[in-house]
Structures are given as structure tokens and as C-alpha cells.
């Protein structure tokens, strides 16, 4: 459990202040607190056009994740043999639809398949 009291600056105060912690892993905390701070810029640029390229790359990066993520449950079911040859027809088509729908998608928000994907830390990479 963690419990943040924060000090509050003095009047006219701009420093800013650090919240005390209560946790086992405090310093742990601390540090990927402060990691994640010097990597974030620090003002955020926001014009429209790279709010929409932004959302478009995270939309799409998402989409991609998940329509490959039905092609090998398509393929995990075909290869069990529970699907009926008209269901793989069906199967094969759609998702045939949805790769050319997304490579619209890209070529019109002029991105390439490389920038589709997000970094999870520690985890990795999601595509």
C-alpha cells in the first residue's frame, strides 16, 4: 500500500515539494518516478496536426496488435480443424479486408509499418 502526504510549499514557494512515501519499495518507486520524468519532454508541443498523427499511430498500432492477434487464432483454429471450409473462407476474406483497410489507413496518416508499435518498458515491445 502506498501513502503519499504531501508538504505543502510555503506561501509564494515555487519549488516543488516531494511527496513523502510509505511503501517498502520507496526508493525503488522513487527512481522509476524520476526515470520516467527525464524521459518525458519537458513541455508537450500540442498543434493539431501532431495530436491527430499521434492518435492515428496509437489507434492504428492497436488495431495492428489485435488483427494479428486474430490471424493466429484463425490459424491456431484452422490447424485444429474447427472450422468448416466455409468459415476459413470467411475468415481468410475478413481479414484479407482488414490489412487492406489498414494499409489505407497508414498511407493516409503517412505512417509505415515500423512505427506501429508501442514501447511497454519493462515489458518489451507491444508488436
Known amino acids: 500500500m502506498v501513502r503519499s502526504n504531501l ?6 514557494s515555487p519549488v516543488p515539494v ?15 518516478l524520476r526515470r520516467v520524468a527525464e524521459a ?10 501532431s495530436v491527430e498523427q499521434g492518435l492515428a499511430k496509437l489507434v492504428l498500432t492497436l488495431i495492428e ?5 486474430l490471424e493466429k487464432q484463425a490459424v491456431r483454429r ?10 476459413v ?13 489498414m ?8 505512417l509505415a509499418d515500423e512505427e506501429l508499435n508501442l514501447d511497454l518498458g519493462p515489458v518489451g515491445r507491444l508488436i
Open 78 to 87: 484452422m490447424e485444429g480443424g474447427s472450422l468448416s471450409p466455409e468459415e
Open 65 to 69: 496488435f489485435i488483427r494479428k492477434l
Open 40 to 49: 518525458l519532454p519537458p513541455r508537450i508541443n500540442v498543434d493539431a496536426e
Open 7 to 12: 508538504k505543502k510549499p510555503s506561501p509564494g
Open 103 to 110: 494499409q489505407e489507413l497508414k498511407a493516409q496518416f503517412g
Open 18 to 32: 516531494e511527496p513523502e512515501i510509505e511503501t517498502a519499495h520507496a526508493a525503488e518507486f522513487t527512481r522509476e
Open 89 to 101: 473462407e470467411a475468415l481468410g476474406l475478413a481479414l484479407m479486408k482488414l490489412e487492406e483497410k
